[in-house]
């Protein structure tokens, strides 16, 4: 009987091995109570979707703003200043080091490519993996259509939405600080960049089958259809009503796929929290304050200074003071849906960016990057997967 709990960890792991197409949609700066309350402006997602599969509660960011938690669900590393502030100039990553735990050491952005990703392990494991990027390519003078970034060390000119207009008729509102695959030269060195990091449209006719349906998919959003602006340059609400709109019209495309159907798990999850405080001490300037909670022993890595932080950027004119008081990215709850998991399942159990890619990683047999791999960190367990 002392074995008990681990031998209920090792068959759910098993168990989860069945699971063979992967689905993650992530939304933008939204803390749970706001999502998941009675008031919530996505019914949608609180309400149908949840009743539907698992309602994770403890689900938590593991930094803010944006940049870093994308680069910790797809490669376990943590934070460097700019990775940690979005890199408004997208900057090579100069690597000094690698700590005993796999963590770089080093400033920038783009890491080089000895720091591997969840798409290099996939690929020599035999799994086939893609990247779908709302408006991507929609301003070729910006970014291209395929694996679109800046060019090395230059201003991230997608770093603010750009309206529609007689040049750019659908405007352009892709953000590459929401796409992690563009910051790994593993990954935009690669004839694969082009042909797995795509835009958005590419969606429905690679779901049609299960032979053309990657084994791991992550969906990134538009600024406005991810809930980040509020309102957006195209004339939509934005934030949550607009998130809300975008799942009403892509999870059941997803959910109705035969690679879904067949063995699939759909994971919607938030990148960050929104800010625990908001002040305008004068025109022109907004100062956000995050609380930056933590979760499941997270550490903060080797590349960040003392906490509390404060920064300033730019935004649409607006001068914007960051202030952090830690380095978390506080609670944002998550949504699960597969026919592994039996619908209203309600989850208590604490998770982060970290243990996202830890389930993923042993879903498909492979190993733990980074903070993965850390000590006494569980991946998704029987209290979410209770239909195995």
Not at 31 to 40: E, I, P, R, V
Not at 153 to 182: C, I, K, W
Not at 191 to 207: A, F, I, S, Y
Not at 264 to 292: H, K, M, R, W
Request: overall charge negative.
């Amino acid at each position: 009987m002392v074995t008990a709990c681990g031998s209920s960890s090792s068959v759910a792991t098993l168990g989860q091995q069945q699971i063979k197409h992967v689905f993650v949609i992530t939304l933008e700066n939204e803390n749970y109570a706001t999502t998941f309350g009675a008031k919530s402006k996505a019914p949608y997602l609180a309400q149908t979707l949840a009743s539907q599969g698992a309602l994770v509660q403890q689900y938590y960011g593991t930094g803010h703003v944006s940049l870093d938690n994308y680069i910790a669900m797809i490669s376990g590393q943590s934070p460097t200043l700019e990775t940690d502030n979005d890199c408004p100039t997208y900057q090579d990553f100069s690597l000094t080091g690698m700590t005993p735990d796999g963590q770089a050491i080093g400033t920038g952005c783009v890491y080089p490519a000895s720091v591997k990703t969840l798409p290099d392990q996939l690929k020599s494991a035999g799994y086939t993996w893609k990247g779908y990027q709302g408006d991507m390519g929609n301003d070729p003078t910006r970014e291209a259509a395929t694996c679109g970034h800046p060019t090395l060390n230059t201003t991230d000119l997608t770093q603010a939405a750009e309206a529609p207009s007689a040049a750019v008729p659908l405007g352009d509102q892709y953000a590459t600080r929401h796409n992690p695959f563009m910051y790994f030269h593993s990954i935009i060195d690669s004839p694969d960049c082009g042909r797995n990091v795509v835009n958005l449209n590419r969606l429905t006719t690679d779901l049609q089958s299960i032979s053309t349906t990657a084994n791991f998919n992550l969906i990134t959003p538009n600024l406005c259809d991810d809930g980040h602006d509020g309102p957006c340059v195209n004339g939509q609400p934005g934030g949550l009503t607009s998130a809300n709109a975008f799942l009403q019209k892509w999870v059941p495309v997803i959910t109705a796929s035969p690679a879904f159907q067949q063995d699939g798990l759909l994971i919607i999850n938030f990148d960050e929290s929104s800010y625990a405080t908001v002040t305008q001490p004068s025109a022109g300037e907004t100062d956000l304050t995050f609380t930056g909670t933590t979760c499941c022993s997270q550490q903060p890595g080797p590349n960040l200074p003392a906490f509390p932080q404060s920064s300033s950027l730019s935004y649409k004119g607006l001068t914007i003071k960051l202030t952090k008081q830690s380095f978390g990215g506080d609670q944002t709850g998550a949504v699960m849906i597969s026919k592994f998991i039996k619908p209203g399942t309600v989850s208590k159990v604490q998770y982060n960016h970290y243990s996202m890619l830890r389930s993923i990683e042993d879903i498909f047999q492979l190993g733990h990057l980074g903070y993965a791999a850390q000590a006494g960190l569980v991946g998704f367990g029987p209290d979410i997967f209770t239909n195995l």
